[in-house]
């Protein structure tokens, strides 16, 4: 069965930093694109930005030059990397990857979610 678990979120001062880790397992082929969702109370979900298994990325407008997002593939491992947070960035991060199993079809997987809180 594969599994994604997030951890590293918390409470942060604005301007501060965090640091988000998403560790994918169980019988996993290949994994495709993954990436960082956030929900804030009321809101939808939104993705925040994303890697390829190629390590190309994309953010949303309203995290770039802040944050930024890589993976280990080996270690079937993926971060984000959050610097200069704003009170605005306070949400449930959710970590996503579209991964093949071994004798599965690909599919969208998704963590249980860690929430950043920033506020001083």
């Known amino acids: 069965q594969v599994q994604l678990v997030e951890s590293g979120g918390g409470l942060v001062q604005p301007g501060g930093f965090l640091r988000l880790s998403c560790a994918a397992s169980g019988n996993i082929l290949r994994i495709y694109e993954m990436g960082w969702y956030r929900q804030a109370p009321g809101k939808q979900r939104e993705l925040v930005a994303a890697?390829?298994?190629?390590?190309?990325?994309n953010f949303a407008d309203s995290v770039k030059g802040r944050f930024g997002i890589s993976r280990d593939n080996t270690k079937k491992m993926m971060y984000l990397q959050m610097n200069r947070l704003k009170p605005e960035d306070t949400a449930i991060y959710y970590c996503?990857?579209?991964?093949?199993?071994?004798?599965?079809?690909?599919?969208?997987?998704w963590g249980q979610g860690t929430q950043v809180t920033v506020s001083s």
């Open positions: 890697v390829t298994s190629g390590g190309s990325t």
């Open positions: 996503h990857a579209e991964i093949q199993g071994v004798a599965t079809t690909t599919s969208d997987y």
